[in-house]
């Protein structure tokens, strides 16, 4: 089935530092997967960070960066100076184009910044 | 914050009782996911709907449980029999369009089954 891999927290890193968590895909019944990262912040639901539907293409958002790389199947997610309100749960989600298509998530990586 | 509302937030279940949970989706959201979170954080799709219809569901879904989505009133999913291997967070999620993979999810009710 189809199936993500991804860097299983926690991760501690201090603020300013840069930051790279891990996510490898499996898209065994998928032609085209869409990538996405997920984030659940303290307090609050799980909500979109961003998403890339085209091999070769970059998402970003709110200082965070992935490369959807269909030769090595992986979507790392990477932020060059963390802050401290980037401490959250980060997941890395993979999903068909289509009508109500479910996502496979990975099982999170939990980020605290240390100040 | 979220506007997908989910309740109860907790929720504790004796094995054999049924357990019943609600969500409100975003107001104009037509399709809505049931997702579980278990304790290894792993995620598993349960169903989803678009307006009052399946669309997908696995087969323990199904068997043990039912869901619906009625116009003009919350999306519920119950467990008709609660197992101790039900206990997990049920995430309730809603997407703008049928093509849209962009979900808007609730906190979510923290179900225990003692």
């Known amino acids: 089935g189809d199936s993500v891999t991804q860097t299983e927290g926690p991760v501690t890193v201090s603020e300013s530092e840069s930051l790279i968590i891990n996510c490898t895909y499996s898209a065994t019944s998928i032609a085209y997967p869409n990538l996405f990262w997920y984030v659940r912040y303290p307090g609050e639901g799980l909500q979109l960070l961003l998403k890339v539907i085209t091999a070769g293409q970059k998402g970003s958002s709110r200082g965070f960066e992935a490369t959807y790389n269909k030769e090595t199947t992986s979507f790392h997610l990477q932020k060059a100076s963390v802050q401290e309100s980037d401490s959250a749960v980060y997941y890395c989600a993979l999903g068909a184009q289509g009508t109500g298509s479910k996502l496979s998530f990975g099982k999170g990586a939990k980020l605290t910044v240390s100040p | 914050n979220s506007k997908v509302i989910q309740t109860p937030r907790y929720l504790v279940k004796g094995q054999g009782q049924k357990a019943k949970m609600r969500c409100i989706p975003e107001?104009?959201?037509?399709?809505v996911f049931w997702y579980q979170q278990n304790k290894n954080n792993e995620f598993k799709f349960l169903i989803n709907f678009q307006n009052q219809e399946v669309l997908q569901q696995i087969d323990m879904t199904e068997k043990r449980f039912s869901a619906e989505c009625p116009s003009n009133s919350p999306c519920s999913l119950e467990i008709q029999s609660s197992e101790a291997g039900d206990s997990a967070l049920y995430l309730c999620?809603?997407?703008?369009?049928?093509?849209?993979?962009?979900?808007?999810f609730g906190h979510g009710t923290k179900l225990s089954v003692l």
């Open positions: 999620a809603s997407s703008r369009t049928v093509s849209n993979e962009r979900l808007f």
């Open positions: 107001k104009g959201h037509p399709v």
